[in-house]
């Protein structure tokens, strides 16, 4: 039973992190990929780690929750200009009225904050501080994925 998940843990980092760099585009952990790694990451931990299996279900269960409170994205392979500009687009796209400021840009038309922190030089976490869950938040958070996606991986 450990081999099945061993398996469908690693498809589908294969999934998420390797088709997007043979394609040479920017890996984009959103919280719903984040989220499926965690699964399958718990499950692989109940099988496998049969000594230390209390410890690994309590990691995983508060980075489940931390996944849950808070909205983040990891991206890795695009720089934060250009991670700026394709949020500036995304903004500009989707008729969002928005003002930049030093930490982020905040959405002024359904309120909102949008920060960006750079951890390496191409590793970047992306957060959404959303008071609200509307459809145009929803909106510019798709649009700004699609935006990302279409710039080249950069080392």
């Not at 499950?43 to 931390?66: N, R």
């Amino acid at each position: 039973m450990s081999f099945l998940f061993l398996a469908l843990l690693i498809l589908g980092l294969l999934y998420i992190i390797v088709l997007p760099l043979y394609r040479k585009r920017p890996i984009v952990l959103t919280e719903k990929k984040l989220l499926s790694i965690v699964f399958f990451a718990f499950g692989f931990a109940i099988f496998s780690w049969q000594t230390f299996w209390i410890l690994w279900v309590s990691i995983l269960v508060l980075m489940f929750l931390l996944l849950y409170f808070v909205s983040f994205w990891v991206t890795l392979g695009i720089e934060k200009v250009d991670l700026n500009t394709a949020l500036q687009k995304a903004i500009s796209g989707t008729l969002t009225k928005s003002e930049t400021s030093a930490l982020g840009i905040k959405l002024l038309e359904p309120t909102g904050e949008i920060k960006m922190r750079s951890i390496f030089q191409n590793l970047i976490i992306v957060t959404f501080n959303l008071a609200s869950k509307s459809a145009k938040q929803k909106l510019v958070k798709t649009v700004f994925q699609k935006f990302i996606d279409n710039y080249f991986f950069k080392i």
